[in-house]
């Protein structure tokens, strides 16, 4: 390998010398100095997400086993736009609670950020495994960095469900492997549906299923979720999501074509069942952290049905769905951090009143809720309906059943969503203690609130984008 061939990993290789800078600074600042570690690593990401627009990335790496093009890019724009909200949006938490550990905090983000970022391109089991683990084992480190029970019980159950996970992978690519003869995805995608080759597809579906929490993988997420750090639960509850959901659609589309009515089929029972079992099981939620895990499985099944559907229509909607859940799903849950920052315990009673007494916060956290809830004029909006719209243009019964059950479970998600808006408005506070939020946090929710409403009020340029990277992945 030359020099030029590592040009399409020129994201990730900005992501890992980042990590490194982190890593020397950490270890020459002091206690009271390691804040700037945070606003650091979210300046130089922003820039490296801004510079993506202005460098042509595209070509090979690893003789092939490696993609750089605008499908990949835009996956990887939204996971960097994941890293710049989570790194000012910890800066406060963390310089607050671990004022001597913020270093290790930062550089597990990024090394798991260049896991992620390598997953979007690869197109050979070797090196889609080799990312998925990058991605994931800096995940299990930063959900007990708090060391109290609650977090270490999230961090043990996590880890359990990680390796389980990759046992289950792993055991499943060797089956690719072997009836295939090789690791790479163009040979995949010759062989037909043989019943190793069958086996081997369930057992990656089952693994990468509990690391995303799909149903019924997903028992894992709420105590995770309710005891995980803030800023760490913000970002583990979407970005591991994105990059396997962009992983999958190389595995799946490119490598695994051969089989497509099999994982077809399969992704959309587990669609079909995550939806219904997700909003069903947060309806009775009374902690907000809780009720949002378990909201997420009903979006991971949304993005399942997108990827079952296929074609461009149902790739671009894994793209645009991507964005509208990061800007989304970070925004509600460090709001959420910095309720819980407060002295309040996070449930849903807690937040009674907050309009009163921080209204910012408040209009924030509905906004997103909103979204979430898929009201018009917000991104979640028009997330949902491109993603049903690409459903319903397959023109295939099942497709157009499940798009209506989807409908439905929405105004059931919007019950339970409008609990918290119905605690934030119109319940009299039974706790007064003001909510500081640091500039760093405000910021971070800030570019979250401009994603969810600008995008809200003007998709097309993200439709646009999405439908253009997906073209290019289906038909070039």
Not at 56 to 72: I, K, L, M, N, R
Not at 267 to 281: D, E, P, T, Y
Not at 338 to 346: F, P, Q
Not at 456 to 463: D, M, Q, R, S
Request: aromatic share 10%.
């Amino acid at each position: 390998m030359n020099i030029t061939e590592l040009a399409p990993l020129t994201l990730e290789l900005a992501v890992f010398a980042l990590g490194i800078l982190v890593l020397v600074a950490d270890l020459f600042l002091s206690g009271s100095n390691k804040r700037i570690l945070g606003l650091f690593s979210g300046i130089v990401l922003a820039g490296i997400l801004i510079g993506s627009f202005s460098i042509d990335f595209s070509g090979e790496s690893f003789g092939g086993a490696y993609v750089s093009d605008p499908f990949g890019l835009y996956m990887k724009r939204v996971l960097l736009l994941a890293g710049v909200i989570v790194s000012f949006g910890s800066v406060s938490f963390v310089d607050k609670n671990w004022p001597t550990r913020q270093g290790e905090h930062y550089i597990l983000i990024l090394f798991s950020l260049v896991g992620m970022l390598l997953l979007t391109g690869a197109k050979d089991l070797v090196v889609w495994i080799i990312a998925f683990e990058l991605a994931g084992i800096p995940a299990y480190v930063l959900t007990g960095l708090s060391k109290d029970k609650r977090s270490t019980e999230g961090a043990l159950k996590l880890y359990v469900t990680g390796a389980v996970s990759t046992a289950f992978t792993l055991y499943g690519f060797s089956l690719l492997w072997g009836m295939a003869g090789s690791t790479s995805f163009e040979q995949l995608a010759l062989v037909g549906p043989t019943p190793l080759f069958i086996l081997g597809l369930l057992l990656v579906i089952a693994g990468i299923g509990f690391k995303i929490g799909a149903v019924p993988f997903h028992l894992w997420m709420a105590d995770t979720y309710q005891g995980a750090p803030g800023p760490t639960v913000a970002f583990i509850s979407v970005a591991p999501k994105i990059a396997l959901g962009a992983g999958l659609v190389r595995l799946f589309i490119g490598g695994l074509s051969g089989v497509t009515a099999a994982w077809t089929t399969l992704m959309l029972i587990l669609a079909v069942i995550g939806i219904v079992q997700g909003n069903l099981s947060a309806m009775v939620q009374s902690d907000s952290r809780r009720m949002l895990a378990l909201s997420g499985v009903g979006h991971t099944a949304l993005l399942m049905l997108a990827l079952a559907t296929g074609g461009e229509l149902g790739v671009a909607a894994v793209a645009f769905y991507s964005f509208a859940y990061v800007v989304t799903n970070m925004g509600i849950f460090l709001s959420v951090s910095t309720v819980v920052e407060s002295g309040r315990d996070g449930s849903i009673a807690s937040f009674a009143g907050l309009s009163r007494i921080a209204p910012g916060l408040s209009l924030a956290m509905l906004l997103f809720l909103l979204s979430l809830g898929a009201i018009p004029f917000m991104i979640g909006f028009w997330a949902k309906l491109v993603l049903f719209w690409a459903a319903w243009a397959t023109g295939i019964l099942a497709m157009k059943c499940v798009v209506v059950l989807g409908a439905v479970m929405g105004v059931v998600g919007l019950f339970y969503y409008m609990q918290i808006c119905r605690s934030l408005y119109m319940s009299e506070p039974d706790n007064h203690d003001p909510v500081s939020m640091d500039k760093t946090a405000v910021l971070a929710i800030s570019i979250c609130i401009a994603g969810v409403v600008l995008a809200g009020f003007y998709p097309a340029p993200f439709i646009d984008s999405a439908v253009s990277a997906a073209t290019h992945l289906i038909g070039g």
